[in-house]
């Protein structure tokens, strides 16, 4: 038996490493999956880098990021060989902050419109808006400046941009510490379930079918018949967390103490794409809400460039061939067609 350990943060997108540590895929593979839940993207990846995890579900532009050095450490060049969801996001604002805004049910240009007015007063008040992102390098941070820069305001000047972790995000949003989150499911409805919140837009309103978490390790460190393994009990299990029928099963595995802590339905409701938007709101719809299965499980280097090209926009980095081509080895199919 290969025995592998794998470090998560809990969110309803790590389903397919959980089912394939925990539903038997990964054992029928003869690997022996040790998952590690840590609360925050820095300490994961900072985990993943010094080996004390063998590989990570971790964020997309993370995972180039690190690869070509920004942050803090050297570069260290990693591997993404299974794509573990697309989408999965929403902006979630306070519910003061949505009074103000005068509940501006409708298009997202109406949000967008009346987040510019009260953006705009706050500004000139010497109090902007602070939003929070779970981690300067991801698509969260990505949605957040698209929404900010679609409402006519300039996100390094107008708001402030802060990190929090995504399993204090709703706590923060309730202390009236933040104005407005970007998080992956469930926080957005933890926050609305607590009457803290209201999510005004949904990730892929801003970016459809964003490349949002993958699977990664340091390039070389992970034995070939180890990483084969592993993608095709990856395959195995996103096959089955895809499959209608079994989501009441994961949803109730994701909902343990040891992993999310939530209630199952919330989490059913998530993988169904179907989320109140606000207490005492109509659902919203959209089966697209968060992408996981098999279908999108190959890393294309296409999706690469496609955050290459947000963390360029955000001023994260210039792009140059060097960038691109790092970036492109990281979403590296390779390992994926063999199986």
């Not at 995890?53 to 050095?69: F, K, M, N, R, W």
């Not at 450490?73 to 902050?97: D, E, K």
């Not at 706050?122 to 779970?134: D, H, N």
């Not at 802590?261 to 968060?290: F, H, K, S, V, W």
Request: charged share 20%.
């Amino acid at each position: 038996m290969i025995e592998i350990g794998i470090g998560y943060v809990p969110l309803v997108d790590a389903a397919v490493v959980i089912a394939a540590a925990e539903r038997g895929f990964a054992e029928r593979r003869g690997v022996a999956i040790r998952l590690e839940r840590e609360a925050s993207w820095a300490t994961l990846r900072d985990k993943l880098v010094l080996g004390h995890v063998d590989a990570a579900h971790l964020l997309a532009p993370l995972a180039i990021a690190t690869s070509i050095g920004l942050g803090p450490g050297p570069a260290l060049p990693l591997t993404a060989p299974f794509t573990l969801s697309l989408n999965g996001n929403a902006l979630t604002l306070s519910v003061a902050l949505w009074e103000a805004m005068g509940r501006p049910d409708g298009s997202l240009d109406r949000v967008k419109a009346a987040f510019r007015r009260v953006g705009l007063a706050r500004a000139a008040g010497g109090q902007p808006l602070i939003l929070a992102t779970v981690f300067p390098y991801s698509m969260h941070t990505y949605l957040l400046r698209r929404f900010i820069a679609g409402s006519g305001l300039d996100p390094d000047r107008d708001v402030r941009i802060t990190v929090v972790p995504p399993s204090y995000s709703a706590d923060a949003l309730a202390a009236g510490s933040i104005d407005g989150f970007c998080v992956g499911a469930p926080w957005n409805s933890v926050a609305v379930a607590a009457g803290a919140g209201r999510i005004a837009a949904f990730g892929l309103d801003l970016i459809p079918d964003a490349p949002e978490k993958v699977l990664a390790w340091p390039r070389g460190r992970m034995p070939d018949r180890a990483a084969l393994s592993l993608v095709a009990a990856l395959r195995e299990a996103a096959e089955w967390c895809a499959a209608p029928g079994n989501r009441p099963d994961l949803a109730a595995l994701l909902a343990q103490p040891r992993h999310l802590a939530l209630p199952a339905p919330m989490i059913l409701r998530t993988l169904e794409g179907r989320l109140a938007l606000g207490p005492g709101e109509e659902d919203r719809r959209d089966p697209a809400y968060l992408r996981i299965g098999r279908d999108i499980g190959r890393p294309e280097p296409d999706q690469a460039e496609r955050v290459l090209s947000e963390m360029t926009k955000a001023g994260h980095l210039a792009a140059t061939q060097a960038t691109l081509a790092a970036a492109r080895e990281v979403f590296d199919p390779s390992t994926f067609d063999c199986i």
